[in-house]
């Protein structure tokens, strides 16, 4: 993978008719997606709104967004990297083999005709969810989307773009790029940034039990994490930064209550497609912001004696 071929979402309000929407649900989960965004604005190159527009839905079963699909590819569960490869070699030109491509619950006559319409179309946008990034491939799924989109680019302007969940998960990742030079899974026990999903991820951590600390800023992976990563939390001398009483905050040995951001305490945002929004706050909160608590966690640990034992921590931040 090498990098991503990205916009913002006033581009694509204003340039795309061809919109495929690959391991999500954005009728519930992102519920001003289509009207904001994407289907039914009106565009200054896509002046007709939705009936200039195709929309793609790729998923394992039929959800609501299926209802606002012109296309709605079902496919088998974990089959998403295969799906993704057959289309890439499709779309340039190279023989698949049929009985491997109807392993994904497709036919090759489907994916033949999804390739021609984002060749016919004058500005593309895929958009993936968790449903791709999460299940059976993680990484590599998210690396197959990336890298079809790129190749696109030889034939029409195309891009990609995750559908993030809660929280400021795309500022998580923004701020670790240019502070280390890569989104997640960074490990900087020998000084220096190292990057491998499925070694230093937080999940594969936790569910290997490699850590023996936690810090958890505004995030609650006790709700959303496989059953082995909650249980080695609860083990481990896990903090908590939280303006709420979370799933996590039950399991852990410490929970500060912090300020909201962005209701009570200032801050940036970052969108889904990494443009920065600054928060200023409305109200005042008696509580300190996440901000203040790490800096004095810092300088504690500062005043430490240099022999005092360091603990292998694991950072989670959304």
Not at 82 to 106: C, F, N, S, W, Y
Not at 118 to 125: H, I, L, T, W
């Amino acid at each position: 993978m090498g990098g991503k071929i990205t916009c913002t979402l006033g581009e694509v309000k204003n340039r795309a008719d061809f919109i495929m929407y690959w391991g999500g649900n954005p009728a519930e989960c992102h519920p001003r997606h289509f009207t904001k965004y994407t289907l039914t604005q009106k565009g200054k190159f896509v002046p007709a709104g939705r009936k200039g527009r195709t929309m793609v839905l790729v998923d394992i079963r039929e959800t609501m967004s299926a209802k606002a699909a012109d296309i709605f590819l079902q496919i088998r569960p974990g089959k998403d990297f295969e799906m993704a490869t057959a289309l890439r070699a499709i779309v340039k030109g190279h023989p698949v083999d049929r009985a491997k491509v109807e392993e994904t619950g497709l036919t090759v006559e489907q994916l033949e005709d999804i390739a021609a319409r984002m060749k016919r179309a004058k500005f593309g946008v895929i958009f993936f969810g968790m449903g791709l990034s999460m299940t059976r491939g993680k990484h590599m799924n998210s690396g197959a989307i990336l890298t079809l989109a790129a190749e696109m680019n030889a034939f029409t302007k195309f891009v990609c773009m995750p559908m993030r969940g809660h929280g400021n998960v795309t500022g998580a990742d923004v701020v670790l790029r240019w502070t280390t030079g890569y989104p997640f899974g960074v490990n900087l026990a020998r000084g220096f940034p190292r990057f491998n999903p499925g070694e230093f991820s937080t999940i594969d951590l936790l569910v290997r039990g490699d850590n023996d600390a936690a810090l958890i800023l505004g995030a609650d992976p006790g709700a959303t994490m496989p059953q082995p990563a909650i249980e080695h939390l609860s083990r481990i001398p896990t903090i908590v930064l939280d303006p709420k009483v979370t799933h996590t905050s039950r399991l852990a040995k410490v929970h500060i209550t912090t300020a909201v951001t962005g209701v009570s305490a200032p801050g940036t945002a970052y969108r889904m497609d990494e443009i920065p929004m600054p928060l200023r706050p409305a109200l005042t909160s008696p509580y300190p912001t996440d901000e203040e608590v790490v800096r004095r966690i810092r300088q504690a640990l500062a005043a430490k004696p240099a022999w005092y034992p360091a603990p292998n921590l694991t950072l989670t931040v959304a």
